[in-house]
């Protein structure tokens, strides 16, 4: 693209500020800066513009001290280099590419490598990616009858969710009709923005932490046994289908406590007349791309540590686990922000800890760390590619020029220091 002024074609342009990857946003760059975008939620508009604030951008600094990029990579690669148990931890915002360079470089340091799915869809998407759960794109949803949100807010989380890619999207919905051919029905505590205002045909209100017995009642109704008044019209709204997607939020996994096994075996009742799908509501752009990066090099999707040459997996080396019992002693953070979502009470563990981030945001996370790599921003600066929740692989081209590096090439340099 020229530094002049100029407009992309719909499709050019893809939005990195959710997982839903949003692919046909039109932007207009005048003089290397954003003037208007056309198709971006409220999000993704705020993600773009924002990033044209330099105050709310990095650069390299080592002690808080502005530095060049050897100087910084120098830093990072002493820090790295003297490290006996390093954690890598991210990479959920960054491109397919900087994540295989980042599984490299653990592999090569014998660190523990972690995101943030270890705490949020990992178990879902790691059954997604070994067959066990049944899954299907944003295309195959044009088939269903029936489309869940349960534990999810996507008016709040990813906008475009339902205009793009299911409800509103879908061949078969019609907002005049005597016939409505789909159905969307929500499962939440509360009656968010996504289950009222006459978005959402039905909304089926639980309690905090009743999702289990929910289910069970569900479940219990298949059976033929009597239920409960709202498990019996859920199940009522069921039998009427023959293709159902269920967005699974993280109103169900924290909820769920990670055990999904009687989510499970009510998909598997439901299995005997009806097709069932299910989709994790990611949140950062490419943490699908992360499992499956570290799934085909590992066979796990997340809490891997690499030590010994040997590739092992548990609990013990989530990021949660590590920062607790004190076990990292450097941490190299790619694409995240953990000391914006962790408690305090976990954070204190880190007191003393070097810290390197790779960021193309100024962050908490960044205020706090002894090595900062500013890198571009991807999706709008440097390209690549991306992997959207549905596991469509989504390709990443750049819309304007930077003299900043990408996270690909500052992991690439990265390494070439900490060769042996």
């Known amino acids: 693209m020229s530094c002049g002024r100029c407009k ?13 990857l949003c692919d046909d946003i039109e932007i207009e760059i005048e003089n290397g800066r954003i003037v208007s975008m056309e198709k971006a ?7 773009f513009f924002g990033s044209e604030n330099e105050r709310l951008r990095t650069v390299h600094l ?25 954690l890598v931890f ?27 799915s270890s705490f949020c869809q990992g178990k879902l998407t790691h059954d997604i990616l070994t067959g066990t759960l049944p899954s299907c794109t944003f295309d195959q949803i044009h088939d269903s009858d029936l489309i869940i949100y349960w534990g999810s807010n996507p008016h709040n989380a990813q906008p475009r969710h339902l205009s793009r890619f299911s409800l509103y999207a879908h061949r078969k919905y019609h907002e005049m009709g005597a016939t ?29 932490g009743e999702d289990s017995n929910f289910i069970a009642a569900i479940i219990e109704g298949i059976k033929g046994n009597p239920v409960r008044k709202d498990a019996s019209g859920f199940l009522k709204l069921l039998k009427q289908s023959r293709h159902c997607v269920i967005f699974a939020g993280l109103g169900l996994t924290y909820s ?16 005997g007349w009806m097709k069932t799908f299910v989709i994790p509501m990611s949140g950062h752009y490419n943490v699908r791309g992360f499992n499956y990066s570290l799934y085909n090099a590992t066979g796990c999707v997340n809490k891997v540590n690499f030590a010994g040459g040997a590739v092992s997996h548990g609990d013990e080396f989530s990021l949660l686990e590590q920062v607790k019992n004190r076990a990292a002693d450097c941490l190299l953070i790619v694409g995240a922000d953990p000391f914006s979502s962790l ?33 571009s921003l991807t999706g709008l600066e440097s390209g690549g590619t991306a992997m959207r929740m549905d596991g469509t692989t989504v390709t990443l081209m750049p819309a304007k020029w930077t003299d900043k590096q990408s996270d690909v090439q500052i992991l690439e340099r990265l390494k070439e220091l900490l060769r042996p």
Not at 41 to 47: D, E, I, Q
Not at 65 to 86: E, F, H, I, N, Y
Not at 98 to 116: K, P
Not at 197 to 204: E, I, M, S
Request: net charge negative.
């Open 41 to 47: 939620c409220r999000k993704g508009t705020a993600f």
């Open 8 to 20: 992309m074609s719909a499709g050019e342009m893809v939005c990195t500020a959710c997982s839903c």
């Open 180 to 208: 409505r051919y789909v159905t969307m029905a929500v499962v939440d505590v509360r009656e968010s923005e996504t289950a009222g205002a006459g978005v959402a045909h039905r909304f089926f209100r639980i309690l905090p």
């Open 90 to 116: 991210g990479m959920d915002n960054a491109s397919l590419e900087a994540q295989r360079q980042g599984i490299e470089l653990a592999r090569m340091l014998g660190a523990v490598l972690d995101d943030s």
């Open 256 to 271: 769920l406590d990670n055990d999904f096994s009687l989510f499970y075996e009510m998909l598997k009742h439901l299995g």
């Open 62 to 86: 080592v002690d808080g001290k502005q530095v060049d990029t050897d100087q910084a990579l120098a830093a990072a690669a002493g820090l790295l280099s003297r490290a006996r148990r390093p």
């Open 343 to 375: 408690p305090i009470s976990v954070l204190k563990h880190l007191d003393g800890v070097p810290l390197i981030t790779l960021d193309p945001f100024r962050t908490a996370t960044t205020e706090a760390s002894s090595v900062v790599l500013g890198v």
